[in-house]
């Protein structure tokens, strides 16, 4: 029986596709029974117009999710599984509900609307989750380092969930793009995945090698240094008083949590498989549009792509009139071809020169990545976010959102295939 899956904030649909395949595979352990995708900024959801022509006959919802929550809760079905990117915003518990709901943060913060689904849920709130954020949620906010995940943790600990973290570069596993992200596996109180975190005793054990994400994604021996700390207590509270004073955040790139005690190290990666470039993500240049290539005007005039690409060191004026020294250095340009590429944000669509947007040489001449190749950096089927209404400067605002599709897909076979051979010993015990 396939595990059923819950998608928030779903986007162009990364978790989807990660899990069950696009096409779904037959075979697929994965069955996303509800999703929903909104963004509160935008008048035209353009992220949930390819959700629903890509899944046409999904269980799809394209409404705000705190809305939903509060009149339609009936309509989130029960669920095995819930997933979700959700954005990195300040997770600063705000009030105490009166009227014994528990806790809540600031409106618009979706973090809480995770939390409101697994309350409301009781008994029936999903066994596991699968959530994904920039790796800066561990550090977050600057003033109070750790306080963000410290709450995150804490809820989900008052919630009977043991959590286990990673910060994922796709690119050290691999994958043919630079990018940093947070995955975090939660799994309920009455699972045998959970039972074996309790039954490990050096917490260490499960992050090296014995945990779910150690299994997909390996490391080498873990750092000696090991820090261990507890988040147990009243939500409030931690929010206002975890890790105050301190510079650094007790949180390192890999972690467990259960019964409110945390173990969080450092760990390096140990891949030793085939690695994906920026190069072999490329189609053939006669497949570029001609409106993607640097004109030499573009490249050379006084704000163009070789002055925004190189380094400078130059007196800049406020609007103010403060006059200031400014300095950076040079980024390589044109991208190598031989590596996985930098990292894919938001901004990269467009023809405006731009520090931070790929330029890659092809047969001699400078050129901006196409959609495809955007989303090929994301490991997402060719062309999946064509569709008449939708720009190439809104496609690649898509993947400059997304996931890369590959660390969903290989955390979820772990998952899964862990499940399994629990659900096996059962059978022959």
């Given at each position: 029986m396939?595990?059923?899956?819950?998608?928030?904030?779903?986007?162009?649909?990364?978790?989807?596709?990660?899990?069950?395949?696009?096409?779904?595979?037959?075979?697929?352990?994965?069955?996303?029974?509800?999703?929903?995708?909104?963004?509160?900024?935008?008048?035209?959801?353009?992220?949930?117009?390819?959700?629903?022509?890509?899944?046409?006959?999904?269980?799809?919802?394209?409404?705000?999710?705190?809305?939903?929550?509060?009149?339609?809760?009936?309509?989130?079905?029960?669920?095995?599984?819930?997933?979700?990117?959700?954005?990195?915003?300040?997770?600063?518990?705000?009030?105490?509900?009166?009227?014994?709901?528990?806790?809540?943060?600031?409106?618009?913060?979706?973090?809480?609307?995770?939390?409101?689904?697994?309350?409301?849920?009781g008994?029936?709130?999903?066994?596991?989750?699968?959530?994904?954020?920039?790796?800066?949620?561990?550090?977050?906010?600057?003033?109070?380092?750790?306080r963000?995940?410290?709450?995150?943790?804490?809820?989900?600990?008052?919630?009977?969930?043991?959590?286990?973290?990673?910060?994922?570069?796709?690119?050290?596993?691999?994958?043919?793009?630079?990018?940093?992200?947070?995955?975090?596996?939660?799994?309920?109180?009455?699972?045998?995945?959970?039972?074996?975190?309790?039954?490990?005793?050096?917490?260490?054990?499960?992050?090296?090698?014995?945990?779910?994400?150690?299994?997909?994604?390996?490391?080498?021996?873990?750092?000696?240094?090991?820090?261990?700390?507890?988040?147990?207590g009243?939500?409030?509270?931690?929010?206002?008083?975890?890790?105050?004073?301190?510079?650094?955040?007790?949180?390192?790139n890999?972690?467990?949590?259960?019964?409110?005690?945390?173990?969080?190290?450092?760990?390096?990666?140990?891949?030793?498989?085939?690695?994906?470039?920026?190069?072999?993500?490329?189609?053939?240049?006669?497949?570029?549009?001609?409106?993607?290539?640097?004109?030499?005007?573009?490249?050379?005039?006084?704000?163009?792509?070789?002055?925004?690409?190189?380094?400078?060191?130059?007196?800049?004026?406020?609007?103010d009139?403060?006059?200031y020294?400014?300095?950076?250095?040079?980024?390589?340009?044109?991208?190598?071809?031989?590596?996985?590429?930098?990292t894919?944000?938001?901004?990269?669509?467009?023809?405006?020169?731009?520090?931070?947007?790929?330029?890659?040489?092809?047969?001699?001449?400078?050129?901006?990545?196409?959609?495809?190749?955007?989303?090929?950096?994301?490991?997402?089927?060719?062309?999946?976010?064509?569709?008449?209404?939708?720009?190439?400067?809104?496609?690649a605002?898509?993947?400059?959102?997304?996931?890369?599709?590959?660390?969903?897909?290989?955390?979820?076979?772990?998952?899964?295939?862990?499940?399994?051979?629990?659900?096996?010993?059962?059978?022959?015990?």
């Amino acid at each position: 029986m396939p595990i059923r899956v819950v998608e928030l904030f779903a986007g162009v649909g990364g978790f989807r596709i990660g899990l069950e395949g696009y096409p779904k595979r037959k075979d697929a352990s994965y069955d996303v029974v509800w999703s929903n995708q909104w963004e509160p900024s935008t008048k035209t959801q353009h992220a949930n117009m390819v959700y629903e022509n890509r899944w046409p006959d999904a269980n799809h919802c394209g409404e705000n999710i705190e809305d939903v929550i509060e009149n339609k809760f009936d309509e989130i079905p029960n669920h095995d599984l819930l997933v979700g990117g959700f954005p990195c915003q300040d997770y600063s518990v705000a009030t105490t509900l009166k009227n014994s709901k528990g806790l809540i943060g600031k409106k618009g913060v979706l973090w809480w609307s995770i939390e409101a689904i697994l309350r409301r849920k009781g008994n029936d709130r999903p066994r596991y989750l699968m959530l994904e954020n920039v790796d800066r949620l561990l550090k977050s906010p600057s003033k109070q380092r750790g306080r963000d995940f410290a709450v995150m943790l804490a809820s989900l600990n008052n919630l009977g969930y043991a959590v286990e973290w990673r910060v994922i570069n796709a690119a050290e596993y691999g994958m043919p793009q630079r990018r940093r992200r947070i995955f975090f596996l939660a799994y309920r109180n009455d699972t045998n995945v959970y039972n074996q975190i309790l039954e490990t005793q050096n917490k260490e054990d499960w992050l090296d090698s014995d945990g779910i994400i150690a299994s997909a994604f390996p490391v080498r021996e873990i750092n000696e240094k090991i820090n261990r700390g507890n988040i147990e207590g009243d939500l409030v509270n931690i929010s206002e008083e975890f890790n105050k004073g301190e510079k650094n955040s007790p949180f390192e790139n890999c972690g467990v949590m259960i019964n409110g005690e945390y173990t969080t190290v450092k760990v390096k990666p140990d891949y030793h498989g085939i690695n994906k470039t920026l190069g072999s993500v490329l189609i053939n240049f006669n497949e570029v549009p001609n409106d993607f290539f640097i004109t030499e005007e573009d490249i050379n005039k006084p704000k163009g792509w070789k002055y925004l690409k190189g380094s400078k060191s130059e007196v800049r004026e406020t609007k103010d009139g403060f006059k200031y020294n400014y300095t950076e250095g040079s980024m390589i340009f044109p991208d190598a071809l031989d590596n996985a590429s930098r990292t894919i944000i938001t901004g990269e669509g467009g023809k405006s020169p731009s520090r931070f947007k790929h330029v890659v040489e092809q047969n001699g001449r400078l050129r901006r990545l196409t959609p495809k190749e955007l989303e090929r950096l994301n490991m997402f089927p060719d062309n999946h976010t064509e569709l008449n209404g939708i720009s190439d400067t809104k496609r690649a605002f898509f993947m400059g959102n997304a996931l890369v599709v590959g660390i969903v897909k290989k955390l979820g076979e772990e998952l899964s295939e862990r499940i399994d051979a629990i659900i096996k010993e059962e059978q022959f015990a």
